[in-house]
């Protein structure tokens, strides 16, 4: 028996987590987890790619010693060093370490101090008021513990949008290029922007409606399909190696507008519509708007221009369709002039080899320029993050040297400037002094380290570098990791206020796998007169490339271009950071 892509990927998953909780080298624990990830990305079939005789080495984060036991997997069904740590790590140890808040480290001193084995053991011992027993943990501890399980219980299998939008955008091109397409779109909860996907809703036009088979046979034919869940004329539904759903219309292209609006969605902005045409005595659905009487013609909607046009409002934009005062705006004319990718033009939080990111200096110069960026800055790890090779004082004034250098080279076609993005410390104290903060050109402060910590001590500690007049901004506030790390414990209606007080900016870290500040967070931010900055946080020339997800993360948030520092111009942006305290 021969595995699926996303057995493997699971294997390999799992393989990272026992190889972690041994306490193994943290590089051998990222090279199954970067594996694993890579093949739930990848569009062919393993199975098919062997029988060709391809080289998994091209699959990224694959190398001889992964690609061998790729091979043994499909040969035989299995993999003996997966058996191996399996007889030494009970699987409900990894479940445990799962739980937010636990991790490897806790969930061996569960083991090893009160004989817990599994998540069943650690509610019930939690319940029972043991966990307190075990030195440095308390009452808190039992209650976080507790919540955190019952958050795991509710947790779905949502995918990532980061994983959900590319694939989609790849099969979606293969469609577009097929004859008799006319146009074709991911609708959907991926067309909003939401930071996880259930399935994928692709949308196709052709011109007559007789032109669909072939493309939907071609459709479920694709190298990505594992298994076909419903195949029909004008609809079908597949779900990829990786697990994914995708469900494919295809529709006459005079219907488009009232299909895309409708499998757009969400499903409480198109009651919304309904109840309108109602008002206007519509019957509004996928197809059309009709007369339930039968008495008038139906009316087809080409555009969504023209399906809002039909109940009286102006065009709406995806990320704003869920209910969240939407059509009241779009009634009173007050609907926000939403920020767009073309208004971004700098990038404020980058990494390179100095820290832990893979490009130098100038080679990240280079990949911003080529993507239209008018000025960046670079902001590696600070020195108490030794794991990723945070920088010394003395290193961060060698650093600074090269990037003038850069920045001199660069002859005025970009600004390259100098910045850090320093550690608040656990104990809440900031990882440089001020005299050091003082000589960068801006300074970002980040939480990595201590997220768990409670609300009122980890909201102090990030007030505290809000308040620091060096400090130009808070990186990924809320530290949350999508799809199975929650946000810290922070009273952010404390941090939205004194982040205006100070004047300080928040950033919506890019990264689909941070996406931080989230919408909601961002519209009340921007509301109680906060500043935002959109950033990829690369650190690769390609990851600057995901900006456009941090962009329809703010349209989500209904964010317009001027709350957002990296929209302005050079000169507003350099009198803005000169003006906060240096
Ligand atoms: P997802 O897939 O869970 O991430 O979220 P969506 O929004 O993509 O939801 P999905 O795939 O179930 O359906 C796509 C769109 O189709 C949805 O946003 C609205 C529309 N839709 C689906 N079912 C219904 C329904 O029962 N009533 C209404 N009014 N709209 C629906
Ligand atoms: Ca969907
Ligand atoms: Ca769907
Ligand atoms: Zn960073």
Known sequence: MSLSNREIADIFETVSDMLQLKGENVHRVLAYRNASESIRAWPRDLRTMQREGASFNDIP????????????????????????????????????MHINGVGPKKAQRFYKELGIHNVQELEQAAREGKLRDVSGMGAKTEANILAAIEA?????????????????????????????????????????????????????????????PPIMEAFVKMDEVERILGNGP????????????????????????????????????????????LDKGLSLNEHEFSDPQGEKEPILCATEEDVYAAVGLPYIAPELREDRGEIEAAQQGKL????????????????????????TVREMAEAALERGRKFIVITDHSRSLGMVGGLTIEQLWEQQAEIRQVDADMNGKIRVFHGTEMEIKGDGT??????????????????????????????????????????????HPRGQYIPDREPADLD??????????SGIALEINANPRRLDLEADYARLAVELGCLLAINTDAHAADNMDLMHYGVSTARRGWVEAKSVLNTWPLEKFLDWVQKRGR
Do not use: C
């Open 61 to 96: 984060n694959i190398g001889d010693t992964l690609s061998e036991k790729i091979i043994e997997m499909l040969d035989t069904g299995k993999l003996q060093f997966y058996d191996k740590l399996a007889a030494e790590v009970p699987k409900g140890m990894i479940d445990m």
């Open 234 to 277: 004008t609809k079908s539904s597949v779900e990829l190696h990786s697990g994914l759903q995708i469900d494919l219309r295809i529709l006459a292209q005079e219907r488009w507008g009232t299909a895309l609006a409708y499998f757009t969605g969400s499903q409480a902005h198109n009651i919304r519509m309904r109840g309108l045409a």
């Open 492 to 501: 952010m209606d404390a941090v939205f206020a004194a982040a205006k007080d």
């Open 430 to 475: 900031l990882d440089y002094p001020d005299d050091v903060l003082e000589k960068l050109d801006f300074v970002i402060a980040s939480l990595h380290v201590s997220l768990r910590q409670p609300r009122e001590q980890i909201t102090e500690r990030l007030i505290n570098a809000v308040n620091n007049p060096h400090v130009d901004l808070i990186g």
């Open 152 to 212: 795991l219980s509710r947790q779905t299998t949502r995918t990532p949008l980061g994983v959900a939008y590319p694939i989609a955008q790849s099969i979606l091109e293969r469609l577009l290029a097929m004859p008799n397409v006319l146009q074709g779109v991911a609708a959907g909860s991926i067309r909003r922007g939401r930071p996880t996907i259930g399935d994928v809703d692709l949308l196709v036009a052709v011109t007559s409606m007789d032109e669909a």
């Open 336 to 359: 926000p002039k939403l920020i767009t990718l073309e208004d971004i033009h700098a990038d404020l939080h980058m990494h390179t080899t100095w820290s832990d990111g893979g490009l």
